[in-house]
């Protein structure tokens, strides 16, 4: 799991539009002193098993937050996003990602935080090895 949040973060970070757009990218949660926008992300991981151990094969579940200030900050930035994931697929330190689907996207508005927030799932399909 450490290899694909690894690589998920190298993608979101090292995406030039996302960079110029955002002030952090972090796992989990934003640290107080970070500015908007922001982008936080997670990783679950369930592999799969045959009877007789790991079958190689594994899902993930990975799930971005795109925070800020304006609605139009956080649509504009979850293009970018859209952009930047397409290129997770591939080999990374021994992990294959085979492809990744779109799970759920949902705009949510933090009213206690006066903040805009897309959160979007993706399943990452990959193997180990």
């Known amino acids: 799991m450490k290899k694909l949040k690894e690589k998920i973060y190298s993608t979101l970070s090292t ?5 110029a757009s955002t002030q952090a990218i972090r796992p989990i949660k934003l640290e107080k002193k970070d500015n908007l926008p922001a982008i936080t992300y997670q990783v679950q991981v369930d592999p799969d098993h045959t ?5 190689g094969f594994a899902q993930a579940l990975a799930e971005i937050n795109i925070y800020a200030k304006k609605q139009s900050q956080t649509e504009s930035i979850f293009q970018e996003l859209k952009a930047a994931i397409v290129k997770l697929p591939g080999s990374y330190a021994g992990i294959r990602i ?6 759920r996207v949902i705009e949510d ?12 799932q993706f399943t990452i399909n990959f193997t180990e090895g």
Do not use: C, M, Q, W
Request: aromatic content about 14%.
């Open 15 to 19: 995406d030039i539009a996302l960079a």
């Open 51 to 55: 009877f007789d151990g790991e079958s």
């Open 98 to 103: 085979h492809n990744l689907f779109t799970r």
């Open 109 to 120: 508005f933090e009213s206690t935080e006066d903040e805009f927030r897309i959160n979007v």
